[in-house]
């Protein structure tokens, strides 16, 4: 994943509205990804994820799409919440033949107004 | 199920010294992973541990290490600390089978280590 340092790219939607954060990975061996929410204080929290041999993946308010063709992810949220603020990361897994490793996109902030 | 936990939580260090943080993982998981996050270089893999064996390991130098308990309870360690090691260090746990079905790693709180 690539570093964006001190200043996250943000992403400002009103409350109700849907959100879209994008993601490019890196290794089109990768196999698994996943999408992480942190919050201030916190540790990234699942939110979904999905498996290199689907395109989409739908969870409560959030759908995640993959296109290994470009190597592009998105994570899309309905109806975002003030709750929904937070900075969003992207990962993918793609380590060992054995094993769990990620490696993270550099993150969204997003920023819900009320 | 209790969550991933780390201690400390907050931590200060200085130049020189080394430190060890501690992470127990969702009970049953037998897989601990470390990560550092850096407002430079974003959430950045350490190293995964499974069954008492390293089984991953990032681009650290060795200063870094780690090791695993019969438990699954997890150390890692920074000898001689630099001022660039100030991170938030994070532990997630799953339950350690692995490819060929790739787990969701689970994270701990943190613990924010900061370096004079």
């Known amino acids: 994943g690539e570093s964006v340092g001190l200043h996250l790219p943000t992403l400002s939607v009103q409350e109700g509205d849907n959100s879209i954060i994008n993601c490019a990975y890196s290794n089109s061996a990768s196999d698994y990804f996943i999408w992480y929410k942190q919050e201030s204080g916190k540790g990234p929290q699942f939110i979904i994820d999905i498996r290199s041999n689907m395109d989409k993946r739908q969870g409560q308010r959030v759908t995640v799409l993959l296109n290994k063709t470009v190597k592009h992810l998105s994570l899309q949220i309905a109806a975002t919440q003030p709750g929904d603020s937070a900075v969003y990361f992207c990962?993918?897994?793609?380590?060992?033949?054995?094993?769990?490793?990620?490696?993270f996109g550099g993150g969204t902030r997003v920023l819900v107004k009320p | 199920k209790a969550g991933v936990t780390q201690t400390p939580r907050y931590l200060i260090k200085t130049r020189g010294q080394q430190v060890t943080l501690s992470c127990s993982p969702i009970s049953g998981h037998r897989s601990v992973s470390w990560y550092q996050q850096t407002p430079g270089q974003g959430l950045q893999f350490l190293f995964e541990?499974?069954?008492?064996?390293?089984?991953n390991k990032g681009n650290f130098p060795g200063r870094f290490s780690g090791r695993q308990f019969s438990n699954s309870r997890s150390e890692m360690n920074v000898s001689t600390l630099e001022l660039g090691d100030s991170a938030l260090y994070l532990c997630?746990?799953?339950?350690?089978?692995?490819?060929?079905?790739?787990?969701?790693?689970?994270f701990g709180p943190g613990t924010r280590l900061l370096v004079l």
């Open positions: 541990y499974f069954s008492e064996t390293q089984r």
């Open positions: 997630a746990s799953t339950p350690g089978e692995g490819a060929p079905i790739r787990e969701t790693q689970y």
């Open positions: 990962a993918e897994n793609w380590g060992a033949p054995a094993g769990n490793k990620l490696t």
